[in-house]
């Protein structure tokens, strides 16, 4: 994976509740530049702002995660851990290659609807130590 910082990350979290399944969190990641506006956070920025004199979480129901078209063909993928306590380990990561753009307006608009929280409570970029990570996909 490229060793670049990013102005946004999307993380999907899925856990599997099959007791038979070794590592049972993953995580779908997208990463995005400055840019264009995204269209699917275009379709949320209402919602989002509307959540910046809340400090508790509320759900805005459900999200088809086809709308996000994220469009990569090529995928990181590699073994790590989740990014916020309790950092649990094992958890299996696919980064789309593809990076997207997002507006300057669009990410002040969830900086300020979570209060900088993520800042906060993020755990630090980790060493890959031995980690390997793979990439998939075809051109």
């Not at 530049?33 to 459900?62: C, N, V, W, Y």
């Not at 409570?121 to 890959?128: E, G, S």
Request: include cysteine; hydrophobic fraction near 30%.
């Amino acid at each position: 994976m490229p060793n670049n910082w990013y102005d946004m990350e999307l993380h999907m979290v899925h856990l599997s509740n099959d007791p038979n399944v070794k590592n049972n969190i993953t995580v779908i990641g997208q990463l995005y530049k400055i840019g264009h506006p995204d269209a699917f956070l275009s379709k949320l920025l209402r919602d989002i702002k509307g959540m910046t004199d809340h400090k508790q979480e509320r759900s805005k129901g459900m999200i088809d995660p086809n709308d996000i078209k994220m469009n990569g063909k090529k995928y990181y993928r590699y073994l790590g851990s989740l990014t916020v306590p309790p950092c649990t380990e094992g958890v299996i990561w696919t980064i789309n290659k593809k990076i997207r753009t997002v507006s300057k307006d669009q990410v002040k608009a969830l900086r300020e609807a979570v209060h900088d929280y993520a800042e906060k409570n993020a755990r630090p970029v980790q060493p890959i130590n031995k980690r390997e990570i793979k990439l998939y996909g075809n051109d």
